[in-house]
């Protein structure tokens, strides 16, 4: 549970004084960023990575709209759901749901920030990811 | 050092072939390209094969013959053609052995690919969200090209209507029919900007090539093709790919930039040299980027070519001439091969309805996947 909510793997999130962020890890020696946590460093390749809550703010580098409902291993509902990839400033660029759907309302270059959405009814309930919402300028 | 000859090729029609395994696929291509090489399984010294979805190449050997030769799986994601043309051209380059055969094969089941996340070292979380899916990545790396070189999307219909009329013009494409780029663009959208007639589909299929050393070349064929500079590539930190729950914000070139570099300089060829030129084109935006990717053009000067017919059959820089993977769907583990199939029928000059005007002299190939990997070709007659 992550902010009383079920997700779909608790090892994504971590808790920060401004509300749950993700949870990446950064190497100490060359300052590269991933996400989820590993501990090899994909730029300098040692394996000093230590974990870090990444940025729950960023804006959106690129988008799509998944247009039909993918097979297994998907285990979310039918509704269509948007795609992209945020850039968390100094960090990285993640890939994420979008909670907008319209592709008249998503541009590159748009402020974003976290939020956990339900993507699956299971019998005990929703079950949430990350997802990434427009912030209201 | 010896050159490297392709001296045979072979092929089974690429689309849905009901009834017959992918296996039966592999070896009725293989026995063809034995044919066209004038030689027997026999001969063969040694073999390398892989498909993702139709079993392990090294078993074709039950139906083929059992010779004792070594056969080596290959398994490279689309790669998996060009990393078995890349171990039998070290072979043979190396002296290790004169003559042997690749074999590339597939049948997919319908629809999207459905991969394992686990497979490629990623939670199971990436894929019950739903981010396990290529078409959805393809979506996203136009959508930020088209933004960065300002291009229009509206070229993106245009490149599949060619590939439907090259591929009407294949007798072993799967999609013989021709679309207008108005009926491609109107078509129900499957990741945004890109539509459902934009984008190649899981299929099936099988190709095989007889290699040999070059000075050997025409003891078999009067017509040899040479397989001139070969290259693999896997990603660098930064570039953008497939599968990808983050990248970097420094941005790499991708793996295509780098594999096609070394292809062209291992073969002393320049990219403006090159004559015809198959390049991955799962969904058109591939098309569009690969182009500049693999130096046959500048970044942002795709859409005046494409719009002016400088990639058809009869321009000046002809692209993906059998329709592509957009008009023969993409078995992966013969994909690959296909390509070089087609480019050794261009230089023989024996592409029929298909072939590029002009007795084309040097052909290019170029795939790329995942987990952001690219494997290209240059070859000459």
């Given at each position: 549970?992550?902010?009383?909510?079920?997700?779909?793997?608790?090892?994504l999130?971590?808790?920060?004084p401004?509300g749950?962020a993700l949870?990446?890890?950064?190497?100490?020696?060359?300052?590269?960023?991933?996400?989820?946590?590993?501990g090899?460093?994909?730029?300098?390749?040692g394996?000093?990575?230590?974990?870090?809550?990444?940025?729950r703010?960023?804006t959106?580098?690129?988008?799509?709209v998944?247009?039909?409902?993918p097979?297994?291993?998907?285990?979310?509902?039918?509704?269509?759901?948007?795609?992209g990839?945020v850039?968390?400033?100094g960090?990285?660029?993640?890939?994420t749901?979008?909670v907008?759907?319209?592709?008249e309302?998503l541009?590159?270059?748009?402020p974003?920030e976290?939020?956990?959405?339900?993507?699956r009814?299971d019998?005990?309930g929703?079950?949430?990811t990350?997802?990434?919402?427009?912030?209201?300028? | 050092?010896?050159?490297?000859?392709i001296?045979g090729?072979?092929?089974?029609?690429f689309?849905?072939?009901?009834g017959?395994?992918?296996?039966?696929q592999?070896?009725h291509a293989?026995?063809?390209a034995?044919?066209?090489?004038?030689l027997?399984?026999s001969?063969?010294?040694?073999?390398?094969?892989g498909?993702?979805?139709?079993?392990?190449?090294?078993?074709?050997?039950?139906e083929?013959?059992?010779?004792?030769?070594?056969?080596?799986?290959?398994?490279?994601?689309?790669?998996?053609?060009?990393?078995a043309?890349?171990?039998?051209?070290a072979a043979?380059?190396?002296?290790?052995?004169?003559?042997?055969?690749v074999?590339?094969?597939?049948?997919?089941?319908?629809g999207?690919?459905n991969?394992?996340?686990?497979?490629?070292?990623?939670g199971?979380?990436?894929?019950?969200?739903?981010l396990?899916?290529?078409?959805?990545f393809?979506g996203?790396?136009?959508?930020?090209?088209?933004?960065d070189?300002?291009?229009?999307?509206?070229?993106l219909?245009?490149?599949?209507?060619?590939?439907f009329?090259?591929?009407?013009?294949?007798?072993?494409?799967?999609?013989?029919?021709?679309?207008?780029?108005?009926?491609?663009?109107?078509?129900p959208m499957?990741?945004h900007?890109?539509?459902?007639y934009?984008?190649?589909?899981?299929?099936?299929?099988?190709?095989?090539?007889?290699?040999?050393?070059?000075?050997?070349?025409?003891?078999?064929?009067?017509k040899p093709?040479?397989?001139?500079g070969?290259?693999f590539?896997?990603?660098?930190?930064?570039?953008?790919?497939?599968?990808?729950?983050?990248?970097?914000?420094d941005r790499?070139?991708?793996p295509?930039?780098?594999?096609?570099?070394?292809?062209?300089?291992?073969?002393?060829?320049?990219p403006?040299?090159?004559?015809?030129a198959?390049i991955?084109?799962?969904?058109t935006?591939?098309?569009l980027?690969?182009?500049?990717?693999?130096?046959?053009?500048a970044?942002?000067?795709q859409e005046?070519?494409?719009?002016?017919g400088a990639?058809a059959?009869?321009?000046?820089?002809?692209?993906?001439?059998d329709?592509g993977?957009i008009?023969?769907?993409e078995p992966?583990g013969?994909?690959?091969l296909?390509?070089?199939?087609?480019n050794?029928?261009?230089l023989?000059?024996?592409?029929?309805e298909?072939?590029?005007?002009?007795?084309?002299?040097v052909?290019?190939?170029h795939?790329?996947?995942a987990p952001?990997i690219?494997?290209?070709?240059?070859?000459?007659?």
């Open positions: 549970m992550i902010d009383g909510k079920r997700t779909v793997d608790d090892t999130f971590t808790d920060t401004e749950t949870r990446g890890s950064r190497c100490d020696d060359c300052g590269a960023h991933t996400f989820p946590t590993q090899g460093c994909p730029r300098c390749t394996s000093a990575m230590r974990e870090v809550p990444l940025a703010t960023g959106l580098w690129s988008w799509t998944q247009g039909f409902r097979k297994s291993p998907y285990t979310g509902t039918h509704e269509p759901y948007g795609v990839y850039e968390l400033t960090q990285l660029i993640v890939e749901r979008l907008e759907t319209d592709p309302k541009t590159i270059g748009m974003m976290l939020a956990l959405v339900p993507f009814d019998p005990d929703p079950v949430h990350f997802g990434f919402v427009a912030v209201a300028s | 050092m010896t050159g490297v000859a001296v090729i072979g092929m089974h029609r689309g849905r072939t009901e017959v395994s992918g296996r039966a592999a070896v293989a026995r063809a034995l044919a066209d090489a004038g027997r399984f001969d063969m010294q040694f073999g390398f094969g498909s993702h979805s139709a079993g392990d190449a090294d078993t074709l050997v039950s083929l013959g059992l010779t004792g030769l070594p056969f080596i799986n290959v398994a490279n994601g689309c790669a998996t053609g060009g990393s043309l890349i171990a039998a051209d043979i380059r190396s002296g290790q052995h004169d003559l042997g055969i074999i590339g094969f597939d049948k997919h089941p319908r999207a690919f991969t394992d996340p686990g497979e490629h070292g990623i199971a979380w990436y894929g019950e969200t739903g396990m899916v290529t078409t959805q393809f996203m790396k136009i959508q930020r090209y088209l933004h070189h300002d291009l229009k999307a509206g070229v219909a245009t490149i599949a209507e060619k590939a009329r090259n591929g009407a013009r294949n007798p072993m494409a799967w999609r013989r029919k021709e679309m207008t780029a108005d009926e491609i663009a109107a078509a499957i990741s900007p890109l539509t459902q934009m984008y190649c589909s899981p299929g099936e299929g099988a190709v095989a090539l007889v290699l040999c050393r070059a000075d050997r070349a025409r003891a078999y064929t009067d093709v040479f397989l001139q070969v290259a590539r896997s990603r660098r930190y930064g570039s953008f790919e497939v599968f990808s729950p983050w990248t970097a914000i790499a070139d991708p295509t930039v780098e594999a096609s570099r070394a292809a062209f300089a291992a073969a002393g060829v320049a403006s040299e090159v004559d015809v198959q991955q084109d799962t969904e935006g591939a098309e980027m690969h182009m500049a990717e693999t130096g046959l053009c970044h942002g000067e005046e070519l494409i719009t002016t990639t059959i009869e321009g000046w820089l002809p692209i993906n001439t329709g993977c008009a023969n769907g992966i013969a994909s690959g296909r390509q070089v199939h087609e050794v029928l261009q023989r000059g024996a592409a029929g298909h072939q590029v005007p002009g007795d084309p002299r052909g290019f190939t795939v790329y996947g952001g690219s494997a290209c070709t240059v070859l000459t007659r």
